[in-house]
């Protein structure tokens, strides 16, 4: 399920972090109202430009509660700008965070991440089913420790989640997914 934030719906040209506190606390409230596995959908269509200080005050707010606030959320935007996009981006990377972006039915990172995350984040997000950190590893031919790795620095920024399952032998085991 989503449920999903009109940008526009608060102006064309988006300024200062006292505007983007007001967004937030509304953002807040569609983040409490969905479930874990859920999206929040930030559209930005018909949104010109938003500054540096509203994109870090939404966004990059609302991105560091997620992982504590809104577990097994996630928080995605579309349909930005060539502006709105260099703001954000700027914005994510002086926190040093990211977030995911739908782009014709396709998800992505951007913001401040590494290229091995973005890699293991792509490999989750084009498969039908949770994966598990073994079966990570032999996707992107890297050791077990190093999945692990990748996927809790993932988990740890709110952009796949953890779920307990259990394996073909019965033993319990952490499986991942993302925004579908």
């Not at 509660?65 to 060539?82: H, K, M, Q, W």
Request: proline fraction near 2%; hydrophobic fraction near 40%.
């Amino acid at each position: 399920m989503e449920k999903r934030l009109a940008l526009a719906a608060f102006g064309k040209q988006l300024w200062t972090r006292d505007s983007a506190r007001t967004i937030r606390a509304e953002l807040n409230k569609l983040l409490d109202s969905v479930d874990e596995g859920s999206s929040v959908i930030v559209d930005a269509k018909g949104v010109e430009v938003f500054d540096y200080s509203f994109a870090n005050e939404l966004f990059g707010k609302s991105l560091l509660s997620i992982p504590s606030e809104y577990p097994g959320r996630f928080l995605v935007v579309e349909n930005l700008t060539a502006y709105t996009r260099e703001n954000l981006i700027k914005a994510l990377e002086s926190l040093g965070i990211a977030m995911i972006e739908r782009k014709n039915k396709t998800f992505d990172l951007i913001g401040k991440t590494h290229a091995a995350y973005v890699e293991t984040f792509k490999t989750i997000s084009k498969s039908k089913t949770p994966v598990t950190a073994n079966a990570m590893s032999e996707k992107l031919d890297i050791n077990i420790t190093a999945a692990n790795e990748r996927l809790s620095k993932l988990v740890s920024f709110g952009l796949i989640r953890r779920d307990k399952a259990r394996s073909a032998a019965g033993r319990e085991q952490y499986v991942y997914s993302t925004v579908s």
